[in-house]
Structure formats: C-alpha cells, structure tokens
C-alpha cells in the first residue's frame, strides 16, 4: 500500500490547512489510519487516528477542538481538517496506515507510512 500525503504548506497562526492522505494498491482493507507529525528535534507523535470500521476517532491533547480527523472509504483518502493553527503545530505530518492484504490475511496486519508533507505555522 502506498500513501501519499498532501496540502501541507506554509500558513500564519489562527489559520487553517486541509492535509490528504491518499491510499493505492491492490487488494487490500484498511483498518486504520492515522496522522503523526515530528517538529525538528522531537520525537514523532501521534496527532489523530481513525477506525474504518466505525470511524471512531482519537485525537491528542494538544489539537482536540481543533483539527478533525475525517476519511472517504470508497476514495481510500483520509483528512485531517486543522483550524487555528499555532506556531507549536509546525512539523512534518505522516500519514501511517494499518491494513490487511487480501492475498495474505493471516500474515496479519501490515503498516505503511507516507512520505510526509511539511506544516509551517508563522507567528
């Protein structure tokens, strides 16, 4: 499964970007899918997930009320909608997926991750 991640750019604070993340391959089921980010200097953290099954969601302390994790199954794409945007919120965004093969279902789940797209919030 490649993903390739989207919209990303360079915006001022109490601002807003809508990131993409588009899933291609053949014969497969996502489970999960989610966005990550890494600030220089830190460690990767999680931002949101979500379920394809129920579209539950989960999201980090630091951008609860403000972005909004969404997905379009039958596209394979998944959004992270990001609203007041602060300087803090400047990294590179992943997108990693949880999914089976369709040909290898019980070699269990696999996990793919995007190439990244850059966020830069200016104060």
């Known amino acids: 499964v490649q993903l390739v991640e989207s919209g990303g750019g360079l915006v001022q604070a109490g601002g807003s970007l809508r990131l993409s993340c588009a899933a291609s391959?053949?014969?497969?089921?996502?489970?999960?899918m989610g966005w990550y980010r890494q600030a220089p200097g830190k460690q990767r953290e999680l931002v949101a997930l979500i379920t394809s099954s129920d579209s539950r969601t989960t999201y980090a302390d630091s951008v609860k009320g403000r972005f909004t994790i969404s997905r379009d199954n039958a596209k394979n794409t998944m959004y992270l909608q990001m609203n007041s945007l602060q300087p803090e919120d400047t990294a590179v965004y992943f997108c990693?997926?949880?999914?089976?093969?369709?040909?290898?279902?019980?070699?269990?789940?696999?996990?793919?991750w995007g190439q990244g797209t850059q966020v830069t919030v200016s104060s």
């Open positions: 391959g053949n014969g497969f089921s996502i489970n999960v």
């Open positions: 990693p997926a949880l999914y089976l093969l369709h040909s290898a279902i019980l070699a269990g789940p696999r996990s793919s």
